[in-house]
């Protein structure tokens, strides 16, 4: 079992920059895929990034593509997602997730550990 804890949210301007955190305490960082989500006002959760157990494929939506970063350290169990250039879509809760295995990452289902959010508004 894994508990994951987000930070790192805020109030940004479009354009701006805004790097959030995600620290993983309980099993093995490194045992987990992990993912980063978000979910606005009156929308379903949607993927934004994912990252492999040990680092080596990560994977973006469009919508971030080229903008947003992710990465991750095994020895201090923290998940990071770099976002640069930010837009008013932009806008919502980001989430940590993770995952046993590294096949099927953009999908919401297969994540089992999830954190409470982080809230994003970038404002225009």
């Known amino acids: 079992q894994v508990q994951l804890v987000e930070s790192g949210g805020g109030l940004v301007q479009a354009g701006g920059s805004l790097r959030l955190s995600c620290a993983a305490s309980?099993?093995?960082?490194?045992?987990?895929?992990m993912g980063w989500f978000r979910q606005a006002p009156g929308k379903e959760r949607e993927f934004v990034s994912a990252?492999?157990?040990?680092?080596?494929?990560?994977y973006y939506a469009d919508s971030v593509k080229g903008r947003f970063a992710i990465s991750r350290d095994n020895v201090k169990n923290t998940l990071y997602l770099q976002m640069n250039s930010l837009k008013p879509g932009d806008t919502a809760v980001y989430y940590c997730?993770?995952?046993?295995?590294?096949?099927?990452?953009?999908?919401?289902?297969?994540?089992?550990?999830w954190g409470q959010g982080t809230q994003v508004t970038v404002s225009s």
């Open positions: 997730a993770a995952r046993d295995s590294d096949y099927g990452v953009r999908a919401l289902h297969g994540y089992g550990y």
């Open positions: 990252i492999s157990r040990i680092g080596g494929s990560t």
């Open positions: 309980g099993r093995t960082f490194s045992s987990y895929a």
